[in-house]
């Protein structure tokens, strides 16, 4: 019996209407807060009091909300949009698609090396810029390849989801993830990009090391593939795009933009305003470079958009819920309740409970930035409460969110590239299990760590 996965949004309206019962079964109360900067107010711990006044909100509440959340959210939403418009832009050059096809062919018939540096471009790419749809014109290629070099479709989609999930687990400036995460958590954008950059690395290696073992173990025993060897009659190499001087400079700007960035990030201090501009003045410079024609980059920067339209929507829908729970007064108390069991344990195990209550969330909320406006302003007040810092709630967002997209199938990146693939669900369950295990157990000691040290 197959079982049907409702859509996202449908889970999002379905904790929606969860926030509202809450508010009408939950005594309403409120911690104290006190600004510890400009703009950034924090929990006080054991300030925590039932409200003698309290609203109950009707049930239109869930209607009316939402244009509010919306409004609330705008700043996140535009965000979204113009990024994917600048996508857009990009995909119309199609130097990113050359660039690859380039590098597959200089990899054609290196088994190790590809593993090595796929996995390291995919990874490379979401930390820093969150592409993952964009992977899905790869998946036969790569599966061509491995064909051509006597390795089954298991590998290919190793090579791309891990990429993908790794960079995701362990990103560093996600614009869709990170970013959004810690704007929402009130902390610095960009801080703690050192001790994610060792994550980033650290899982990285256990990623290719599984993949390169698997390869090893079915090489010497092809009854133990966990996939079939497909014939080398899929895509071609050279079907893609030839990587021109023009590609060649939009690929520098790109590379250049991650490095601005950074630097924006960690020197400037840029939050979500600047980033926009930096994306912004990319996708200018991409039109100008690349020469495509005022009206076409236009239609593909709005096609870019459109691309990213449900993820938009789905920030917006996940601001409800937390609103919902603001106005009807129990926000603080559902973080009383959530914080109570956490604030027994010792903090670097709290930051470990933490991060399994965002791996299990995952399940239902797959979207990052919608999970992001959904938890964070829960988990945020939480850290403050068990005695850690507001970035360790963060990375246990990101762990969560990232490395459980390897094998929960509401995630619509896996389920797709696995179909391209030609690799049932079932059966990548049984490639990833291990992995998934050593990913996590990774994660808890880096959650361990981050707390020990008071990153």
Aim: hydrophobic share 55%; with cysteine.
């Amino acid at each position: 019996m197959k079982i049907r996965i409702p859509h996202t949004l449908i889970l999002l309206l379905g904790f929606m209407v969860l926030a509202l019962v809450l508010t009408w079964l939950l005594p309403a109360g409120a911690f104290q807060m006190t600004e510890i900067a400009p703009g950034r107010s924090v929990v006080v711990p054991g300030t925590y009091a039932p409200l003698a006044d309290r609203t109950y909100l009707p049930p239109w509440a869930l209607l009316t909300t939402v244009p509010r959340a919306f409004a609330e959210a705008q700043g996140v939403i535009f965000f979204i949009l113009l990024v994917g418009g600048v996508f857009g832009i990009l995909r119309r050059t199609e130097a990113i698609e050359a660039g690859l096809g380039a590098l597959m062919t200089r990899l054609r018939g290196r088994q190790t090396v590809l593993v090595l540096v796929a996995t390291a471009i995919f990874a490379l790419l979401s930390a820093s810029f969150g592409m993952a749809s964009e992977y899905l014109a790869f998946v036969t290629v790569i599966v061509a390849l491995c064909a051509a070099m006597k390795l089954d479709a298991m590998v290919a989609a190793g090579v791309l989801l891990v990429g993908y999930g790794v960079g995701y687990g362990a990103s560093t400036t996600n614009p869709f993830t990170v970013v959004v995460a810690q704007e929402i958590a009130g902390v610095p954008l960009g801080s703690g990009l050192w001790f994610r950059f060792i994550v980033l690395a650290l899982a990285y290696a256990v990623g290719v090391h599984h993949i390169l073992r698997y390869v090893r173990r079915a090489k010497a025993e092809p009854d133990r593939a966990l996939a079939p060897q497909p014939q080398a009659d899929g895509a071609e190499v050279g079907s893609f795009p030839p990587i021109d001087g023009g590609r060649k400079l939009v690929l520098a700007l790109l590379a250049l933009t991650i490095v601005v960035q950074m630097a924006g990030i960690l020197i400037g201090h840029w939050r979500l305003p600047q980033l926009g501009g930096l994306f912004l003045g990319l996708g200018l410079a991409v039109a100008l470079v690349g020469r495509i024609p005022g009206d076409e980059a236009c239609q593909a920067f709005i096609e870019g958009a459109s691309r990213l339209t449900g993820t938009a929507l789905l920030v917006g829908f996940a601001r409800a819920i937390g609103l919902i729970l603001e106005d009807g007064q129990v926000l603080h108390t559902l973080v009383q309740v959530t914080s109570t069991p956490l604030a027994a344990l010792p903090p670097a195990v709290s930051g470990v409970g933490m991060l399994g209550i965002q791996s299990f969330l995952n399940i239902f909320i797959p979207s990052g930035s919608g999970q992001a406006f959904a938890t964070m302003p829960i988990m945020a007040p939480v850290a403050d409460l068990v005695g850690i810092s507001r970035q360790a709630s963060v990375l246990a967002f990101q762990f969560g969110d990232g490395f459980t997209n390897l094998i929960i199938p509401t995630n619509p990146y896996l389920m797709a590239v696995l179909g391209l693939a030609g690799v049932s669900y079932g059966q990548w369950v049984r490639f990833v299990w291990p992995l998934m295990l050593k990913l996590m157990g990774l994660s808890a000691v880096a959650m361990i760590v981050a707390v020990q040290i008071g990153l």
